[in-house]
């Protein structure tokens, strides 16, 4: 099986949509892979109101489409690469909600 990947299928479908609701900051910021303002990591860089974000460590959805569709609730890595990737974005997710909740920005993230 191949890794294709959540970020490629998301670059695929904004490019197939004309995605054009991405903020002029995070816009601006990444001109030449706009796709990335379709996700909260490089999107709520450049939000200036006050939020609250939820984030999973181990978000499921994300991993099933990293993993190529091994079934939403129960995918499980199927070998070290993948155990690998699972482990890099738990602690990717976790540094981002630390960066992130500063003044009024909120993040929960388990």
Known sequence: KSFFGLANATANVASFANVTHLGEECAEEHA????????????LLSVRTPYLAVGSQFDTYQLDNDFGGCGHWGCRPSGPEEEAFAWRFADETAALARSLAVGERYVYSS
Not at 32 to 43: I, K, P, S, T, V
């Open 32 to 43: 030449d892979e706009l796709w990335r303002c379709l996700f909260g990591a490089y999107r």
